[in-house]
């Protein structure tokens, strides 16, 4: 099933399951609930896991086996757990690591849902939460406490394309015996691999970038073995597991994930370009444009820049909405990662139930635009955003 040897690109089309008596060329879909066993014994060594094999879909299937493969393979992590969503992926794995009293430390821009749990949910348990400013690293160990158990961080962030050091982190983290997770869903594994920079696990949100067009739901956390143990163990007993079906389409999706990934990055830096000198647009947030805060840290971590660009727009909420409103080839949708452009205005969308101090907090002015750049031909993208600027 694995091919370490072999290069990014190969590792993600080669690694496949045994075939079966019918020496099939592409994995079937293993669509059951459940499997058989030869006799008592069987059984019995099987559920106390004397023997590693498929039981019950619940916990392991064939078609999530190899996507969890495929994930670990090019993370570098040694043992994966695949879920229905990325949300099921990032509260199984707090769920399973923490306990009633533990402390997290956070950065301060984090996906709606996450900052949710982080909130509303995780404080019923006695979790708390303590957020960082991702433009003052320097201030991350003032907000370590002797309960503190997870460091956790997205990068880039969402919506505001903000990088932050991920070796800086995985120093803090090893100094203070945390436990760092990074939510890699940006990047991809393709752009960005965490671990190499000392994180213990990775979490993605298979729906965007790595499905890559729009069709299923999925998530995935892949790192340290002992670390996976207990999630699998906790999510074997509580169900957000990942449907065969989804598997099977996620796992297809990697082998042309490194081909996708490439001319996403090569069209969302030549969208970026056009809005830099655009005279109605204020500011452009891309990892690989010069001019990002933390261009060079990105350029250390990240083989190219991702595919959202965040912008801002002259005129706050109302030119906001007027550009939404005046869009006609791209789409508007809450999704990202896909192959159709999408775009996104936070303040008076996602974001509209906070304050306006809260949205400045994690840098989503009123203006603030997130565009995920598709594969169409980047100059239709292009001339789209420009009718709709004008």
């Not at 389409?249 to 370009?273: D, G, M, Q």
Request: proline share 4%.
């Amino acid at each position: 099933m694995s091919n370490s040897e072999f290069g990014f690109e190969t590792q993600a089309i080669r690694t496949q399951l045994e075939r079966s008596q019918y020496l099939e060329h592409s994995v079937p879909l293993y669509l059951t609930s459940s499997f058989v066993f030869e006799d008592a014994e069987d059984m019995r060594a099987s559920f106390t896991e004397e023997k590693e094999r498929n039981i019950y879909s619940r916990f392991t299937n064939p078609n999530t086996s190899e996507f969890v493969e495929k994930i670990c393979q090019m993370e570098g992590a040694e043992a994966g757990y695949a879920f229905a969503t990325g949300m099921a992926a990032v509260y199984s794995t707090f769920a399973a690591l923490l306990e009633s009293g533990d402390h997290i430390v956070s950065v301060g821009s984090v996906f709606g849902s996450t900052h949710t749990l982080f909130t509303k949910y995780f404080p019923k348990w006695n979790i708390t939460t303590s957020y960082f400013d991702i433009n003052k690293p320097e201030t991350i160990e003032d907000f370590i406490q002797p309960n503190t158990k997870i460091l956790f961080a997205e990068s880039p962030t969402n919506p505001a394309v903000d990088i932050i050091d991920l070796e800086l982190l995985g120093q803090i983290a090893k100094k203070h015996n945390l436990i760092l997770i990074i939510d890699n869903c940006f990047a991809t594994p393709y752009i960005q691999n965490p671990i190499q920079f000392g994180a213990d696990l990775v979490v993605h949100s298979a729906t965007k970038l790595i499905d890559g067009q729009g069709r299923v739901l999925g998530g995935i956390t892949v790192g340290r073995a002992d670390l996976i143990r207990e999630i699998y163990l906790f999510s074997r007993n509580t169900g957000p597991a990942l449907s065969p079906f989804n598997a099977w389409v996620l796992s297809k999706s990697l082998e042309t994930l490194p081909i996708r990934v490439e001319k996403h990055c090569e069209n969302a830096l030549k969208v970026a370009e056009f809005l830099e000198n655009h005279p109605n647009v204020k500011q452009v947030k891309y990892p690989f444009l010069k001019s990002h805060p933390q261009y060079e840290i990105a350029k250390k971590q990240m083989r190219l820049g991702g595919n959202i660009v965040a912008f801002e727009i002259k005129g706050g909420i109302e030119a906001g909405r007027k550009f939404l409103d005046r869009i006609q080839l791209c789409s508007l949708s809450a999704n990202l990662g896909d192959t159709r452009t999408i775009v996104t205005h936070p303040a008076s969308t996602t974001h509209s139930k906070l304050t306006e101090d809260e949205r400045l907090a994690v840098s989503i002015t009123d203006g603030l635009v997130r565009v995920s750049v598709g594969l169409e031909t980047v100059q239709d993208v292009i001339n789209d955003l420009q009718q709709a600027l004008s």
